[in-house]
């Protein structure tokens, strides 16, 4: 009867932003599979930080506030901030974790300096910097589905296209070379990938948990299976729940916001997934071990 | 030994340098198919990266690497690769067959999946190296000794001329160990040539017929009876090998 | 307002030079994005803090933050423990989650009144001068740089007294284990000493920028000395230097303090990165178009040196053919050939290259090395 009462509160306006969710969660969830186990989830933070002086640059540039051009701006600067990474990573001592934290940081703060300064010329407010910090879940309309849609949907076509390329690259980069595979193309590509979730991502959960969004999925779906192809999978469906169920959660009561509530439900299904999975699962491994023990104490016994 | 227009590998005056520390010295390498050579010097003398400047992972700062006479570029359906076994992550969502199937990704090409064709090959090889019943298990799951057959079987089923293996005896069992021999041995009376870095000097001459010493130059290298001997080896390893059971 | 200039900028060199200090074992360690999950994820600990004492400058609010930070590591490490989640995963997963805890109660419950998110996530140097510290009808300055040096001086101290155990739990883990130490005593006291930091920091920068503090100096004086005392000196300076330079671009821009203070970061890590003697960009580049020649005539000599006296010398040495043996640009070998003659490292006979004694001396060195 619960879920009957909440079908019928499904309004068409909360249909469309839960759809919008569901298909951000998919994109990242399946694009962040990649990212987890190259062991760059938190690139994506990253990432996700160092598109705001895009957003302001592309504002500042065009003086417009059209979603497809402040996209764009945020997925140029994204992608100088990861290339930023890897320079400063192969040019210097300085290892992957301070690179990282030194771009999120930094860009970020160049972003805010830019933000005043649109802000003081009385062309945007506030809610500018909010919507990019924590999304606008709510705010989704018809138009950004589709956006989603076939941006999303383009960039998973390609994961599929090359599937077996991007396994390879991330399974063993060097045997990739060796094949003649272009890896550092591939790579490229990869990221570039994982620029595209962020950016559209950005707009339903924001800068600050984004990383969630990538992350969450790919590490439930991980403890599920042992296919990558099942994880990509899963990951997608991981994501597509939450995006949904935390929308729906957050429309149920006032001042829960969508973006956070979203985050947790992932966090949830991690939870969930670590404790419950079967092989993998906390709870499993326990009772394989008391099963061993018993096991062992029962042959023990018998030999006596 | 050497005679022209006989060689599987063919490396001349190669020198690799990482930024500006140079890591290869002009490095002449010559080997006749149908040879299993092993790579022996100590830590730091280069191996793994001779390799890769063979398989063209690396660029060369002056020198060349030619196989059966033509650069690796238009060679590498003939190369097997075995990377060193710690190069990946083994938690890896995937299993041992899969791995395996990679080895015929090169001759797929571009987006083409692996069919039928691919599981059967890749079949053989794991049964060639005593892994068929492991063929659906999670790659995480495996022993060290195993994860090494899984690798040689994904060379294997890349049905090459010539096999480059860095450090397949690393951190395998006794079992796994006489079962890489003994592949080994088989590659070579089919012909096959196969160069092997390998840091255990008391069984080079046991396992390999053809030895190089290594020390960022090349020390010197030959059939093992040749070169294997207490000279080069304090050279390469600068005096620090005590007891040794060398080619003579 | 002379006076509220000169108490922004001292919060802002003190507040930089605090989380330089212990930036510098993150960075060394291999940790500085527990910094960015400590900030974030200490949220929910400042909101229920509050809740409690209703008050945003209470103590109290700093160790339940602290509290939070400690058990965010300690969430971190139990993750990664059961094998199934990786580090950077593990990182991933648990900032987000205590952070949207964090939002959720503060909107849920807190309104938008008393606690800012806004706040929380930029800072505002700009009023943090106006909370003052008075006492017996006296003003003593504002209390955010009370606190601030509260906490300075806490880390100066921990880094002092424990500088011999800090220095061996970074650089040698297993050693310091060996010798007692505990690194993971010393570790969960640095990851506390963070944590207070980045509380502290929150007020004046907000938790994004703060790693901005954190991370930055000390990856800068990383380009520029070897020595762990004079990083942890250098941070500071570093630190310092964009505290001020951040704080006068944006008076001059009036623009964000704290992220001027981020941008100014980014600029003196850039200009260090392209500028520092040895290790810059340019010195790199510098030492490698001197060197291009040098290494090359260094290669020549070797391979002459390499099939001298051998059957194949008078191949391996014609002039003519070697570009062919070392696979170098024709023009580019007659280059170096003509700087080794040059160097009288290689003698020409008609032909034929022949190593000079110098020539052999240099190819002798080189490959002992």
């Given at each position: ?21 569901a298909?951000?969660?998919?994109v ?121 849609g ?57 800068a ?7 992350v ?6 991980r ?22 169920s935390g ?36 709870v ?21 | ?38 790579i ?25 690497v ?16 075995v ?25 797929l ?28 298990r ?12 899984v ?22 069992d ?26 255990d ?43 040794m059971?060398?080619?003579? | ?70 058990l ?43 606690l ?71 570790h ?6 963070v ?31 070897d ?67 040098e ?75």
């Amino acid at each position: 009867m619960e879920s009957l009462s909440i079908l019928i509160h499904l309004d068409y306006t909360l249909m469309i932003v839960a759809i919008g969710a569901a298909l951000l969660g998919t994109v990242s969830g399946a694009l962040g599979t990649y990212a987890v186990l190259r062991r760059q989830s938190l690139l994506g933070d990253a990432i996700s930080h160092a598109a705001l002086p895009g957003i302001a640059i592309a504002f500042l540039l065009t003086g417009s506030k059209t979603p497809l051009i402040l996209v764009l701006g945020a997925a140029i600067a994204g992608w100088l901030g990861t290339l930023l990474i890897m320079s400063i990573v192969r040019l210097t001592r300085i290892k992957y974790d301070s690179a990282l934290a030194i771009v999120l940081s930094t860009f970020f703060g160049v972003g805010l300096v830019l933000h005043t300064l649109i802000q003081r010329t009385g062309n945007a407010n506030q809610a500018g910097l909010d919507t990019f910090l924590f999304g606008q879940a709510a705010t989704i309309l018809e138009r950004d589905v589709l956006t989603i849609g076939i941006l999303g949907g383009a960039s998973i076509i390609v994961t599929l296209v090359f599937w077996k390329e991007l396994k390879l690259l991330v399974f063993d980069e060097d045997f990739a070379a060796s094949l003649g595979f272009p890896t550092r193309t591939l790579d490229i590509l990869l990221t570039s990938l994982l620029v595209i979730a962020i950016v559209l991502g950005l707009q339903a959960v924001g800068a600050v948990l984004m990383s969630a969004m990538l992350v969450a999925p790919a590490v439930a779906a991980r403890q599920w299976t042992n296919r990558l192809r099942l994880m990509v999978f899963l990951a997608g469906c991981f994501g597509a729940l939450a995006g949904v169920s935390g929308t729906i959660i957050s429309s149920t009561a006032s001042r829960i916001p969508t973006g956070p509530t979203i985050v947790l439900c992932a966090t949830v299904v991690v939870g969930i997934s670590i404790a419950f999975a079967p092989n993998r699962g906390l709870v499993w491994h326990r009772i394989r071990h008391q099963r061993n023990r018993r096991d062992l104490k029962m042959a023990a016994e018998a030999q006596e | 030994m050497e005679t022209a227009g006989s060689k599987a590998i063919e490396v001349t005056d190669l020198t690799v340098a990482y930024q500006d520390k140079p890591v290869l010295w002009d490095i002449d390498l010559n080997v006749p198919p149908g040879v299993l050579l092993s790579i022996v010097g100590p830590n730091g003398a280069g191996k793994t990266t001779l390799i890769k400047a063979i398989l063209g992972l690396v660029r060369p700062a002056a020198g060349s690497v030619l196989i059966y006479n033509k650069p690796y570029e238009a060679q590498r359906q003939i190369v097997g690769y075995v990377p060193q076994r710690g190069s990946v992550d083994w938690d890896f969502p995937t299993n041992v067959l899969d791995v395996v199937m990679m080895g015929r990704y090169g001759a797929l090409g571009w987006v083409r999946r692996p069919g039928r064709q691919e599981r059967e090959l890749a079949l053989q090889a794991l049964e060639k190296v005593g892994m068929a019943v492991y063929a659906t298990r999670q790659i995480s799951q495996l022993s060290g000794g195993q994860q090494q057959r899984v690798f040689l079987a994904r060379a294997l089923v890349q049905d090459a001329t010539v096999y480059l293996m860095d450090e397949p005896f690393q951190g395998v069992d006794a079992t796994t160990e006489r079962a890489i021999v003994t592949l080994l041995q088989e590659l070579r009376a089919n012909g096959k040539t196969v160069v092997v870095v390998h840091h255990d000097l008391q069984t080079v001459s046991d396992y390999f017929d053809w030895v190089m010493l290594l020390n960022i130059r090349r020390i010197a290298s030959g059939p093992v009876d040749e070169v294997f001997t207490p000279d080069n080896l304090r050279e390469t390893y600068g005096g620090r090998v005590a007891f040794m059971k060398t080619g003579k | 307002m002379i006076h509220n200039h000169l108490d922004i900028l001292l919060i802002a060199i003190v507040t930089a030079v605090a989380c330089a200090l212990p930036g510098v074992f993150l960075v060394l360690r291999r940790m500085t994005l527990m910094s960015d999950a400590i900030s974030h994820a200490i949220l929910p600990g400042i909101v229920l803090a509050f809740f409690l004492t209703e008050s945003l400058s209470s103590p109290l609010l700093i160790l339940a933050a602290a509290g939070t930070g400690v058990l965010t590591v300690l969430f971190v490490e139990l993750l990664q423990r059961t094998k199934l989640v990786k580090e950077d995963a593990a990182i991933g997963l648990t900032f987000p989650a205590l952070f949207s805890i964090g939002v959720i109660l503060i909107s849920r419950f807190a309104g938008n009144v008393h606690l800012d998110m806004d706040a929380v996530l930029l800072g505002e140097l700009a009023i943090a001068p106006l909370n003052r510290l008075k006492a017996f009808g006296y003003d003593l300055g504002p209390v955010a740089l009370y606190v601030m040096g509260t906490i300075l001086v806490l880390n100066l101290i921990f880094i002092f007294v424990f500088y011999k155990e800090l220095k061996l739990a970074t650089f040698d883990a297993s050693l310091a284990a060996a010798l007692g130490f505990t690194p993971t005593l010393i570790h969960y006291g640095l990851m506390t000493l963070v944590s207070v930091t980045t509380v502290g920091a929150f007020d004046a920068v907000g938790s994004i920028l703060v790693v901005a503090l954190i991370a930055g100096p000390p990856a800068t004086a990383y380009l520029m000395t070897d020595k762990l005392s004079r990083m942890l000196i250098l941070s500071a300076i570093i630190g310092s230097v964009n505290a001020v330079s951040g704080y006068w671009f944006a008076s001059l821009f009036d623009v964000s303090i704290a992220g001027a203070i981020a941008t100014m970061t980014l600029l003196v890590f850039g200009v260090i990165f392209l500028v520092v003697p040895n290790r810059g960009l340019i010195a790199i580049a510098r030492r490698h178009a001197r060197q291009k020649w040098e290494f090359a005539q260094t290669m020549l000599v070797i391979h002459l040196f390499n099939h001298e006296g051998l059957p194949e010398a008078e191949t391996e040495s014609a002039i003519a053919d070697l570009h062919e043996h070392l696979s170098w640009d024709p023009t580019f070998t007659t280059q170096v050939v003509r700087y080794a003659l040059h160097n009288r490292c290689v003698s020409q006979d008609e032909a034929q290259l022949i190593l000079t004694e110098q020539g052999r001396a240099i190819a002798q060195q080189a490959l002992v090395q």
